[in-house]
């Protein structure tokens, strides 16, 4: 049998169940198997170069871990550290910055050419709402029968809606006829 690169479908029914990430897992202890390795102490100062045994029996003296930081330097080197302490601190920190990371989305808003005024000023006002949250804002005009003749209208329609909006929003994309809609695009204004 050969052994050479797993398929796609192979390699999602290994990843599977595993939250679908993939995680640097760090040799730790007697994992390493490496037969010399330069060691690094808890201050971060070299110790040299020498044999994982005897490293290992330093980092037990310290009471702290033997982690291989760095695997394919020649040769490896390794770290004295609390790796659970560690563990738990870098996945603090992916937390916090995966919650401040704000994905900005694209939210679609349909209108009609022959809208009503209250129905366009709850249109206008949800428009407005969406750009305030931070998420790209889709507008579009959708035609029925004949209506695309008069694309003049949905261009006017599609203009007073950004006009309403202009201090949350700058146009990213400007309003173009794509069989029977109009789309515009709008983006929330940055802070700069």
Wanted: proline letters at 4%; charged letters at 35%.
């Amino acid at each position: 049998m050969r052994v050479g690169l797993l398929c796609p479908l192979a390699f999602y029914l290994l990843t599977k169940g595993r939250g679908d990430r993939i995680t640097k897992e760090l040799r730790v202890n007697e994992q390493i198997r490496a037969r010399e390795v330069r060691l690094i102490d808890e201050a971060g100062n070299q110790l040299g170069i020498m044999n994982p045994r005897d490293a290992m029996k330093i980092a037990r003296e310290k009471e702290l871990d033997l982690v291989e930081v760095s695997p394919h330097s020649s040769p490896p080197v390794c770290r004295f550290l609390d790796y659970g302490r560690w563990k738990y601190e870098n996945a603090k920190k992916g937390r916090e910055s995966k919650a401040k990371r704000k994905s900005t989305e694209l939210r679609e808003v349909k209108l009609r050419p022959k809208i009503d005024e209250h129905d366009y000023m709850v249109k206008s006002k949800m428009v407005q709402r969406l750009l305030e949250e931070g998420d790209k804002v889709k507008v579009t005009m959708m035609f029925r029968g004949r209506e695309v003749v008069h694309a003049h209208i949905a261009l006017k329609l599609l203009e007073k809606v950004f006009n309403d909006s202009v201090e949350l929003a700058v146009i990213e994309k400007r309003p173009t006829l794509e069989g029977r809609n109009m789309t515009m695009i709008l983006a929330p204004k940055t802070e700069s």
